[in-house]
T-cell receptor, first 111, second 114 residues
Framework: TQLLEQSPQFLSIQEGENLTVYCNSS?????LQWYRQEPGEGPVLLVT?????EVKKLKRLTFQFGDARKDSSLHITAAQPGDTGLYLC???????????FGTGTRLKVLA | DVKVTQSSRYLVKRTGEKVFLECVQD?????MFWYRQDPGLGLRLIYF???????EKGDIPEGYSVSREKKERFSLILESASTNQTSMYLC?????????????FGPGTRLTVT
């Protein structure tokens, strides 16, 4: 069974700090997606990483796909209160219409 | 601006009631999904539809059914609601059946069954 484990589960930091959250699996994924879900809303796609070792940047957010395509990380530089939310990673299963989601990292950035 | 809308943000129903959750997308997507989201369990796929009147079971279809009579509308039905179906229900749509396309999610319906 393919699983995506995210760590940490919860993170509370001060504005301006840096942080990294992780998405790990024992299985190889053809791609991984990162979503952010704000309270009371559905998840919104931030990025898709496809190639092993790939690094993508979205303003202060840096996403990396592991060389073996089994893991990914999200690094936020100088976190702001607007970054608060639930960060989810997701990857396609063999039945490609199915995506498996990690349990998420709940981030709170304090002003 | 692409949109997935869900009929209710909050719903409270009694055990044994029949519950309809409706989802509408305006992107002309063929593929639509129903997930439930529970703390510690993440998002789990209930049902998937890849065309009008076509559906496939997801990971947790027991106790649920779906209806897709029009391309833009995908309904989730709880035939006889039970307390263990209290959850956040998320609808999503996607252009391609497979691949790396973005899934667009609705705002969710928080269902409480008492």
């Amino acid at each position: 069974t393919q699983l995506l484990e995210q760590s940490p589960q919860f993170l509370s930091i001060q504005e301006g700090e840096n942080l990294t959250v992780y998405c790990n699996s024992s299985s190889v994924f053809s791609s991984l997606q990162w979503y952010r879900q704000e309270p009371g809303e559905g998840p919104v796609l931030l990025v898709t990483v496809v190639t092993g070792g790939e690094v993508k940047k979205l303003k202060r957010l840096t996403f990396q796909f592991g060389d073996a395509r089994k893991d990914s990380s999200l690094h936020i530089t100088a976190a702001q209160p607007g970054d608060t939310g639930l960060y989810l990673c997701a990857g396609p299963l063999a039945e490609a219409y199915k995506y498996i989601f990690g349990t998420g990292t709940r981030l709170k950035v304090l002003a | 601006d692409v949109k997935v809308t869900q009929s209710s943000r909050y719903l409270v129903k009694r055990t044994g009631e029949k519950v309809f959750l409706e989802c509408v997308q305006d992107m002309d997507h063929e593929n639509m999904f129903w997930y439930r989201q529970d703390p510690g369990l993440g998002l789990r796929l209930i049902y998937f539809s890849y065309d009008v009147k076509m559906k496939e079971k997801g990971d947790i279809p027991e106790g649920y059914s779906v209806s897709r009579e029009k391309k833009e509308r995908f309904s989730l039905i709880l035939e006889s609601a039970s307390t263990n179906q209290t959850s956040m229900y998320l609808c999503a749509s996607r252009a391609d059946r497979a691949g790396n396309d973005e899934q667009y999610f609705g705002p969710g319906t928080r269902l409480t069954v008492t």
